[in-house]
């Protein structure tokens, strides 16, 4: 079964492409899901709505999540609502970028 853990661990290792830093420590994962036919879901955001990074941040996504067995289809889809902000970040995250 693909939960919900398994796949926010594998997005763990996607960097965000400018700041190096997991795309899930930077809280810009809303949702993740899987069906039994292996179809993954993905729910994510940007920084900003001008961001230009979509297919840079979608497609390592995409590939990422392939390599989990059962992972049929992946699809990304970007919302702006809610906005993100700094709160979203993790610990871990908001001290590598100098908020602490």
Do not use: H, R
Not at 63 to 73: F, I, P, R
């Amino acid at each position: 079964m693909l939960s919900k853990k398994l796949l926010l661990g594998q997005l763990q290792n996607v960097p965000d492409p400018e700041l190096g830093i997991s795309i899930v420590e930077l809280g810009l994962i809303y949702d993740v899901k899987a069906d039994t036919k292996g179809n993954v879901e993905v729910l994510m955001t940007l920084t900003t709505m001008g961001c230009p990074l979509f297919e840079l941040i979608a497609d390592p996504i995409k590939a990422t999540l392939q390599k989990l067995e059962g992972v049929k289809k992946v699809d990304v889809e970007l919302t702006f609502d809610p906005p993100w902000s700094p709160d979203k970040m993790s610990k871990e995250a908001k001290v590598k970028l100098g908020f602490f």
